[in-house]
């Protein structure tokens, strides 16, 4: 076999072996469910988990089989309205806050429907040739890593429609795991400022919004080594956190004042005792564990208070660029942060001052794949590092999420920053 070809059915089972684990990966988050809890919907933000095993297969279905499989038919000439997201150019869709309505297809019609379009994707892989080959390849990849995208989401998604439910169940049957370290005293790394090089240029996969690759001021500046913890939290709210207007930004004051916010998400108070819901279902609140499921409002107003700020997202990709991708990531089958030290990567995606926009350059991908990311470049706040719902071999240096900054159902945390003056 010539050496072109091999290397060609070499990739071939490379992805097929991918595309296998991830959509594998999917289903088994799915395993502890019951199905009455594939249909809820406890919010606008989330989703119910069967409608995210339908989009993530509509993806396939829509951006891979139809334009290169030949003869390809829809498993259901509906699905593309029921299982669109937001790709407007593709067409109608069900509203967002509707999603949990759709009580048809049933669960078992939509894992029909990711068995269908599975064999099909695989029979494309193994057919595709010539000049759509490589754009079927790039396709593949992007699919696969919006998958492990809505896998977190999954997970997001399950959590806050199980913290709703007064008998407050567990996905799983433990909680976060055995104890870990206390942690540490808050440490600091000083990082001298200059012209540096951010942002996605090398090989290997990356979103559209993580190039190009160009460069940036960074100004002299201290990093804390590991993120704020609910003891320090709960130093903050004593302190009156909520209640004093100085610390707040004016979107925020007046969300907080609006929705009765007096405490992050999860947390619950019986006389002094704090508890928090996590996967594993309500537990004591660690002092130690890292404060998760706060708003970039709330972040900013700690940060005021403990009169630092939060950092700017090329701060942190070049503290991660310099250390492995290791941390506490959904691999370990925890889903919810750990107490430590040199948490860089895992545990929570850490809010920065750095709202997201477009880099220097930016040109979204053709077609209907360039509404992916670049279309919500505005009023939304760049998080950096993956968190404990994040896919290990999902994460990278270069990585650029982004939420709103009144959200809070996301495993969202806070690391501290300061100016050396």
């Known amino acids: 076999m010539p050496a072109g070809l091999m290397r060609g059915q070499q990739e071939t089972e490379r992805l097929t072996r991918r595309y296998r684990t991830v959509r594998r990966r999917s289903e088994a988050l799915c395993r502890p469910l019951a199905v009455d809890d594939y249909q809820v919907q406890s919010i606008t933000e989330t989703s119910p988990p069967k409608w995210h095993l339908a989009h993530v297969t509509w993806f396939f279905e829509t951006f891979l089989l139809e334009p290169f499989l030949p003869g390809y038919r829809p498993f259901h000439d509906r699905f593309p309205y029921l299982f669109n997201s ?3 150019t593709v067409g109608p869709m069900q509203p967002r806050p509707l999603r949990g309505l759709l009580s048809r297809p049933t669960v078992e019609e939509v894992y029909r429907y990711r068995a269908h379009v599975d064999e099909r994707i695989e029979a494309l892989l193994e057919t595709v040739a010539g000049r759509d080959r490589p754009e079927v390849l790039a396709r593949l990849t992007l699919g696969l890593n919006h998958e492990q995208q ?28 055995a104890a870990a370290p206390a942690a540490a005293a808050p440490d600091w790394i000083e990082v001298a400022g200059g012209i540096r090089d951010i942002g996605h240029g090398g090989a290997g996969f ?26 320090e939290y709960l130093a903050f709210m004593e302190d009156g956190g909520y209640e004093r207007p100085e610390l707040w930004l004016s979107d925020g004051w007046s969300l907080i004042r609006r929705q009765g916010w007096r405490h992050p998400l999860y947390w619950h108070r019986d006389g002094e005792r704090w508890s928090e819901f ?34 700017e997202e090329a701060e942190l990709e070049l503290q991660l660029a310099d250390r492995p991708v290791e941390g506490n990531f959904a691999d370990s089958g925890r889903f919810h942060p750990r107490p430590g030290s040199g948490q860089w990567y895992g545990d929570l995606w850490e809010w920065t001052a750095s709202p997201y926009g477009p880099y220097p350059g930016f040109r979204p991908l053709g077609g ?54």
């Not at 990356?206 to 003891?231: I, K, M, Q, S």
């Not at 998760?292 to 208070?305: C, G, I, L, P, T």
């Not at 706040?381 to 990585?399: K, N, S």
Request: glycine share 8%; net charge neutral.
């Open 86 to 88: 937001y790709y407007e």
């Open 150 to 177: 809505h896998q977190e989401l999954l997970l997001m998604d399950i959590k806050h429609n199980f913290s709703v439910n007064p008998l407050l169940p567990a996905y799983q049957a433990t909680g976060p795991g």
């Open 206 to 231: 990356a979103f559209d919004n993580e190039g190009p690759r160009h460069r940036v001021l960074v100004r002299d500046h201290r990093l804390a080594t590991r993120l704020v913890t609910n003891g």
């Open 278 to 311: 996590t996967l594993g279902g309500p537990g004591p609140l660690d002092p130690d564990t890292p404060v998760s499921h706060v708003s970039y409002y709330e972040a900013d107003a700690f940060a005021r208070w403990a009169g630092r700020r939060l950092p």
């Open 368 to 421: 209907a794949m360039g509404e992916y990311n670049g279309k919500f470049m505005c009023n939304q706040m760049v998080l950096r590092g993956g968190c404990c719902a994040t896919p290990h071999d999902h994460m990278r240096p270069t990585y650029r999420n982004f939420f709103y900054p009144h959200d809070r159902w996301p495993f969202t945390g806070i690391r501290l920053a300061e100016e050396i003056s």
